[in-house]
């Protein structure tokens, strides 16, 4: 069980990073059990996922009921917050970087609570008080800031090049279109 202090820690190092500020680190540990309870992100973070996902809902039409979508979108959350650190095992082994895996899935994990608060900010602001082109820019605006967040810590943590922070972002957004297309087949 993760603790209200561990959390506080987590969350902190992930806002550091978030403004770039590599000593973000040092508020994860590279060991299995803080990898293990990063992944309390998950249940952290899925009430704001889950109006996100209403929210998006509301614009398009279904034609599967809302049980059928409530438990897709479960599934394909779960496998979401799985399948990304189960391939950068094997992509952290090929690199030389395994050493540095358990910190940066940690980081990775909490990164999503400021992700996710950056996203349904953007998201209400769009929809409650913006139009057309704006809400657009904002969208963008805030797709492009994450994936640099991202980039960022992919670079910090693993300690890469530049390039190969973007293709770990990359790969991380591929895995999430994936995970979405199949997800949202069904709708």
């Known amino acids: 069980m993760v603790t209200g202090a561990e959390v506080t820690r987590a969350v902190y190092g992930a806002w550091r990073l978030a403004l770039l500020d590599r000593r973000g ?4 540990d590279g060991t299995v059990e803080a ?10 973070v899925a009430p704001a996922y889950a109006l996100l996902l209403v929210l998006r809902l509301s614009e398009v039409g279904t034609r599967t009921g809302p049980v059928a979508i409530a438990a ?6 779960i496998i979401g917050w799985v399948a990304f650190p189960l391939v950068m095992i094997y992509v952290c082994d090929r690199i030389g970087r395994f050493d540095r895996y358990l ?3 940690a980081a990775h994990n909490w990164s999503n609570v400021i992700q996710i608060a950056v996203f349904l900010l953007a998201t209400v602001l769009a929809k409650g008080f913006l139009g057309g082109a ?6 963008l605006a805030a797709t492009v800031a994450i994936l640099f967040y991202q980039w960022f810590i992919a670079r910090a943590a693993l300690e890469v090049s530049g390039a190969g922070a973007a293709a770990i972002v990359g790969l991380d957004l ?3 279109i994936l995970i979405n297309l199949v997800s949202n087949r069904y709708f």
Do not use: M, P, Q, T
């Open 25 to 28: 680190l040092d508020f994860f």
């Open 134 to 139: 704006a809400a657009v820019f904002l969208g």
């Open 72 to 77: 897709f979108e479960i599934l394909a959350y």
């Open 35 to 44: 990898y293990w309870k990063s992944f309390y992100a998950a249940a952290i």
């Open 103 to 105: 910190r940066y899935i």
């Open 174 to 176: 591929l895995i999430s």
